[in-house]
């Protein structure tokens, strides 16, 4: 869409800054502008007209009726304009508004502190239309028993996201993340589905698959003289089975690969039940010489006691605290404890969810050993990964 053409509405209390803002907006070709004054006068205007409006531009410290409760609002209308934060307030708690603001589900575009510039503006309008669909709205829920039999139908495969050690440049090994292949829908993604399936108690069957194809998978990548680990996410219900770890080895050894060259990723949670069983489970795993990664390190159930008590090989920070980090001072703290916290344990270390280059290099200055996510790769299906392997080359 052309800026010409957006439809962009200024909340901003303070005059002189709102003309400058529309000012901006015109330098840079905008012919639509709406302009209010504070909270309800901005609501008022997204209520007459709340198709008519593509970018909200928004104050957070406005008299009457904050940035907050408007975003609040705006949000409750289900709508798809997207919004611009602007505040002369500090960075932390912007960026907590920016939280804030997308779990009322609305397009963030990003937040500017002032003064804004157009060429801050610019910068974030051109992420309008470009973002992923909300995700509660992305997709209607799938028919469960369209699930089910999907696994009979073996309509579920692996994709292969690589990791990639920070220091040496070197892909080090992969995470296997489940695909559902559908027919009509489509490349399906796991949230889709994989509850659907714990709850069912039909997700052993799940692991299975992909215990097995990523097995096969990374002996052939170690035929074709790639050493690689391959990562497999466990559900923590299937740690209430005390068959477990016979039953991965088993599979993993048919198709000639170690224990040691595969790492099981588990996030502990609520759904852990029997947590002696659980802690079984997963000694046995490492007895058997099975790598163990804490996944989601920083979030719920994933924390400092978990690393305590389970024989944890590997750290995967969580990508809320990786996405962004430079720009987000707090994030960057506890990314770089948490760096030093497992290094000084004696565990790997996973950066998840490396989007830019900013995130690259800010996780090689703090000393990360280990990266991940869509800056390297997005993950990819096995016949690609090779190829895709033998031909990367670090950014330098
Ligand atoms: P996870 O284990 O934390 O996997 C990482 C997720 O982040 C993946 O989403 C991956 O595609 C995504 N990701 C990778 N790099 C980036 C990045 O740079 N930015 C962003 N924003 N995201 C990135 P995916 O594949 O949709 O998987 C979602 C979750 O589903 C996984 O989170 C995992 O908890 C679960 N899952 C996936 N496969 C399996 C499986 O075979 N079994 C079980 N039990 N759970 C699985
Ligand atoms: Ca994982
Ligand atoms: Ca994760």
């Given at each position: 869409?052309?800026?010409?053409?957006?439809?962009?509405?200024?909340?901003?209390?303070?005059?002189?800054?709102?003309?400058?803002l529309?000012?901006?907006?015109?330098g840079?070709?905008?012919l639509?502008?709406?302009?209010?004054?504070?909270?309800?006068?901005?609501?008022?205007?997204?209520?007459?007209?709340?198709?008519?409006?593509?970018i909200?531009?928004?104050?957070l410290?406005?008299p009457?009726?904050?940035?907050?409760?408007?975003?609040?609002?705006?949000?409750?209308?289900?709508?798809?304009a997207s919004i611009?934060?602007?505040?002369?307030?500090?960075r932390?708690?912007?960026?907590s508004v920016e939280?804030?603001?997308?779990?009322?589900g609305i397009?963030?575009?990003?937040?500017?502190?002032?003064?804004?510039?157009p060429?801050?503006?610019?910068?974030?309008?051109?992420r309008?239309?470009t973002s992923?669909p909300?995700?509660?709205?992305?997709?209607?829920?799938i028919?469960e028993?369209?699930?089910?039999e999907?696994?009979d139908k073996?309509?579920?495969?692996?994709?292969?996201?690589p990791?990639?050690d920070?220091?040496?440049?070197?892909?080090?090994?992969?995470?296997?993340?489940?695909?559902?292949?559908?027919?009509q829908?489509?490349?399906?993604?796991?949230?889709?589905?994989?509850?659907?399936?714990?709850?069912?108690?039909?997700?052993d069957?799940?692991?299975?698959i992909?215990?097995?194809?990523?097995?096969?998978?990374?002996?052939?990548?170690r035929?074709q003289?790639l050493?690689?680990t391959?990562s497999?996410n466990l559900?923590?219900?299937?740690?209430d089975?005390?068959a477990?770890a016979?039953?991965?080895t088993?599979?993993?050894?048919?198709?000639?690969?170690q224990?040691?060259?595969?790492?099981l990723?588990i996030?502990e949670?609520?759904?852990?039940t029997d947590v002696?069983?659980?802690?079984?489970?997963?000694?046995r795993?490492?007895?058997k010489?099975f790598?163990?990664?804490i996944d989601?390190y920083g979030?719920?159930?994933?924390?400092?006691?978990?690393l305590a008590r389970?024989?944890?090989?590997?750290?995967?920070i969580?990508?809320s605290?990786?996405?962004?980090a430079?720009?987000?001072?707090?994030?960057?703290?506890?990314?770089e404890?948490?760096?030093?916290m497992?290094h000084?344990?004696?565990?790997?270390?996973?950066?998840?969810?490396?989007?830019?280059?900013?995130?690259w290099?800010?996780l090689?200055?703090?000393?990360?050993?280990?990266?991940?996510g869509y800056?390297?790769?997005?993950?990819?299906p096995?016949?690609?990964?090779?190829?895709?392997a033998?031909?990367?080359?670090?950014?330098?």
């Amino acid at each position: 869409m052309k800026l010409s053409e957006m439809r962009f509405l200024v909340a901003e209390d303070h005059e002189f800054q709102r003309k400058t803002l529309v000012r901006a907006l015109q330098g840079l070709g905008a012919l639509h502008i709406l302009e209010a004054a504070d909270g309800h006068e901005a609501l008022a205007c997204f209520h007459n007209a709340p198709q008519a409006i593509d970018i909200i531009i928004c104050d957070l410290d406005m008299p009457n009726m904050d940035g907050m409760e408007f975003i609040r609002h705006v949000g409750e209308t289900g709508t798809k304009a997207s919004i611009i934060l602007t505040s002369a307030l500090d960075r932390n708690l912007i960026s907590s508004v920016e939280t804030m603001t997308q779990a009322y589900g609305i397009n963030l575009l990003g937040a500017i502190e002032k003064p804004a510039t157009p060429q801050k503006l610019q910068d974030l309008i051109k992420r309008h239309g470009t973002s992923a669909p909300r995700p509660a709205a992305a997709q209607a829920a799938i028919p469960e028993a369209e699930i089910v039999e999907a696994l009979d139908k073996a309509q579920f495969e692996p994709f292969f996201q690589p990791k990639v050690d920070l220091v040496k440049g070197e892909v080090v090994g992969a995470e296997a993340l489940a695909r559902w292949h559908h027919p009509q829908r489509g490349m399906v993604p796991p949230n889709a589905f994989i509850r659907v399936l714990e709850n069912k108690g039909l997700i052993d069957k799940l692991t299975w698959i992909m215990v097995d194809r990523s097995a096969a998978a990374c002996a052939a990548w170690r035929r074709q003289g790639l050493s690689l680990t391959v990562s497999v996410n466990l559900s923590p219900k299937s740690l209430d089975d005390p068959a477990l770890a016979d039953r991965i080895t088993e599979l993993v050894q048919k198709r000639g690969l170690q224990p040691r060259d595969m790492i099981l990723e588990i996030t502990e949670s609520a759904a852990m039940t029997d947590v002696a069983r659980a802690l079984e489970n997963l000694a046995r795993l490492r007895v058997k010489g099975f790598g163990l990664s804490i996944d989601d390190y920083g979030t719920g159930y994933s924390s400092m006691q978990q690393l305590a008590r389970i024989p944890f090989t590997e750290l995967k920070i969580d990508q809320s605290f990786v996405t962004d980090a430079a720009a987000h001072p707090q994030r960057g703290v506890m990314l770089e404890s948490s760096i030093d916290m497992a290094h000084k344990l004696g565990l790997k270390v996973v950066a998840e969810g490396v989007e830019t280059r900013a995130d690259w290099n800010q996780l090689k200055r703090i000393g990360c050993s280990l990266a991940q996510g869509y800056f390297i790769a997005k993950p990819m299906p096995a016949a690609e990964f090779v190829d895709w392997a033998l031909e990367w080359t670090p950014p330098e």
